[in-house]
């Protein structure tokens, strides 16, 4: 069973949360292969999918987005799992967090079998010299709350979870 986990990233930490799920489903002995939305290549031969984003302004990453849609033929006949990772400061402790806004679409378009949305980090050492534009900057520098709130248990226990679905989906080459 070969299980390939995409992310769409501008600093960096929802890779690590891509790359804290792959080990997890690793660890139930599960082949998986993770990579850049912007830079992944078709997905055919992937038995199933795990795709995940930062949030900015409200929406996915635009290459995680467009993975989606490029993919879409195949990620309809595949058990897939979406995951948003936003909210930072008070979005995450004080409110309800928002789905993305074109999550709805992407769950009509490849039916996934769930959208979990896990909180963020900011790290703002991590913004100059990253892909975001002039008022991203601006926002990350001035708006958004620096911080690590990343539950890697939540994380952890999702990815716990792909892995008794997995266990009972028979491998397509098997
Ligand atoms: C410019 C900017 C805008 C953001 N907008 C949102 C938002 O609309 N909703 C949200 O939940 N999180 C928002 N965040 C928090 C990010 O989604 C969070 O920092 C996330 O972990 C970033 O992922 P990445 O490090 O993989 O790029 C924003 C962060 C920045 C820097």
């Given at each position: ?14 890779q ?45 990453v ?51 079998r ?7 980090a ?39 979870g ?13």
């Amino acid at each position: 069973m070969q299980v390939l986990v995409i992310y769409g990233s501008r600093l960096g930490s929802t890779q690590a949360i891509a790359e804290r799920i792959a080990t997890r489903l690793r660890e139930d002995r599960l082949e998986v292969a993770v990579q850049a939305a912007s830079g992944a290549a078709a997905s055919a031969d992937a038995d199933a999918f795990v795709i995940g984003s930062g949030v900015y302004g409200g929406h996915w990453v635009k290459e995680a987005a467009e993975y989606v849609r490029r993919n879409r033929a195949v990620l309809v006949h595949r058990p897939v799992w979406l995951f948003s990772s936003g909210p930072v400061g008070d979005l995450a402790t004080r409110h309800t967090p928002v789905e993305p806004k074109e999550v709805a679409a992407l769950r009509a378009m490849v039916n996934p079998r769930e959208h979990r949305i896990f909180f963020g980090a900011l790290d703002r050492s991590m913004v100059d010299g990253s892909a975001l534009g002039f008022a991203e900057r601006l926002i990350a520098k001035t708006m958004v709350s620096e911080g690590d709130y990343r539950d890697w248990k939540a994380i952890e226990s999702w990815a716990a979870g792909i892995a008794r679905e997995l266990a009972r989906v028979p491998a397509r080459r098997a």
